[in-house]
């Protein structure tokens, strides 16, 4: 097997990785809807950053991937954790203000725009032309798929917030994949995943945790912080090794597809014929940049 061979095996390979996590990502819409009455979406938001922080660095210290003489780029560092932090603040906030329907549009749909630009500009990864027509193809099928059958709720204010969640998760991904290139991925997550809790210690302490004394809503917290973040991130910081940022923003818009399906099967949700256009746009969009190739990564 020659090098591109082996290339191609890899991306592959992180096309896989990376599908796998938007899948389990796909999950969390349906956990909160099974959340027990009272639960905000800043708690929710707050307990699953520091659930799944928590067990990201559990499994990076029983890997060993956390050393003492291991070097940390502060900045590249910082910025990784607080975008994570700041998505979770802007995104919840934006959707409280727009809805759902506009809130995941713009959030879900912008982030995969944002990180090629991103990408390019601070890791000069050229995205290429499939990429720009299955990114295509995804966010029109977002948009269909999230505001068919929904209410609009245009709020200028709250458009901006989720227009930054979308710009947060670009950075984070980006910057996450910066850190990728010499450190293992357990402990970049775990790194990043607990700094992004410290900087929303303050939200923690603001608001409504009743909710957990249920055991459902114990049941939710723990799929959210430990399938949803733990295990998600860990298969998603291995993709994006293996993948470029853009290619792995784009895979993630499995995400709505998997939360649609959810949707369907588990809550009863109809689905309608303008939905389901939406679904297969997202559908070929994927397929289209899951696609087997026989050249490097930018083809």
């Not at 940390?72 to 959707?95: D, K, N, R």
């Not at 200028?156 to 850190?179: C, E, R």
Request: net charge positive.
């Amino acid at each position: 097997m020659d090098y591109a061979d082996q290339a191609a095996v890899r991306q592959r390979n992180g096309v896989w990785l990376v599908l796998s996590a938007a899948v389990l990502w796909g999950t969390t819409g349906t956990a909160q809807a099974l959340a027990p009455e009272g639960a905000e979406p800043a708690s929710i938001g707050t307990i699953r950053l520091v659930i799944g922080g928590l067990a990201l660095l559990a499994f990076a210290i029983w890997r060993g991937a956390l050393r003492r003489e291991d070097h940390w780029p502060l900045i590249v560092t910082l910025v990784a954790a607080t975008s994570m932090a700041a998505y979770q603040l802007f995104f919840f906030t934006g959707v409280a203000r727009t809805g759902v329907a506009v809130g995941t549009i713009v959030g879900i749909g912008s982030s995969p725009i944002l990180t090629g630009v991103i990408g390019y500009a601070v890791l000069k990864e050229r995205p290429g032309s499939r990429w720009a027509i299955a990114t295509l193809l995804a966010v029109t099928g977002c948009v269909i798929l999230v505001g068919a059958g929904e209410s609009i709720q245009v709020d200028a204010f709250g458009i901006l917030l989720t227009i930054g969640a979308g710009g947060a998760y670009a950075m984070f991904t980006v910057f996450s994949k910066s850190l990728l290139k010499d450190k293992p991925p357990e402990a970049v997550m775990a790194v990043t995943f607990c700094l992004g809790a410290l900087i929303l210690f303050p939200v923690f302490l603001s608001v409504d945790f009743s909710w957990l004394t249920q055991p459902r809503g114990i049941a939710v917290a723990l799929h959210l912080g430990l399938v949803t973040v733990a295990v998600a991130y860990s298969l998603f910081a291995q993709g994006l090794q293996r993948v470029p940022v853009a290619t792995a923003a784009t895979l993630t818009l499995a995400e709505p597809l998997t939360a649609g399906f959810l949707g369907v099967v588990l809550l009863g949700e109809q689905l309608s014929i303008t939905a389901a256009i939406g679904v297969l746009l997202i559908f070929a969009g994927l397929v289209l940049l899951s696609a087997s190739r026989k050249t490097g990564p930018r083809s």
